[in-house]
């Protein structure tokens, strides 16, 4: 069973800049897409950004212009280049991804801190 593994938050000052990791245990193409969610303390998961098999991406409008997915594809892995980051992106970020058959698979989180 394929796993999903976050690495790479931490905690940044306003402006700042973080590149977040989803790395799949196994192959990436099991999933036909992979999506960054986030959840700050006390709201929901809100979903962030995502690409597909063949590298189309999409954006939360909160994100958008200054967060940027791409894919490894050689190393499995997916990653969210965060630029400009501010306080209200504090949260823990989630790799997700469905697989070719339906099935949900979500990493552990990782947390991501924004603060002077």
């Known amino acids: 069973q394929v796993q999903l593994v976050e690495s790479g938050g931490g905690l940044v000052q306003p402006g700042g800049s973080l590149r977040l990791s989803c790395a799949a245990s196994g192959s990436i193409f099991e999933f036909n897409t992979i999506n960054w969610y986030r959840q700050a303390p006390g709201k929901q998961r809100e979903w962030v950004a995502f690409?597909?098999?063949?590298?189309?991406?999409s954006y939360a409008t909160s994100v958008k212009g200054r967060f940027t997915i791409s894919r490894d594809n050689a190393k499995n892995t997916v990653y969210l280049q965060m630029n400009g980051l501010k306080p209200e992106d504090t949260a823990v970020y989630y790799c997700h991804g469905r697989s070719m058959s339906g099935s949900d698979y979500w990493g552990q989180g990782t947390q991501v801190t924004v603060s002077s």
């Open positions: 690409i597909t098999k063949i590298g189309l991406t």
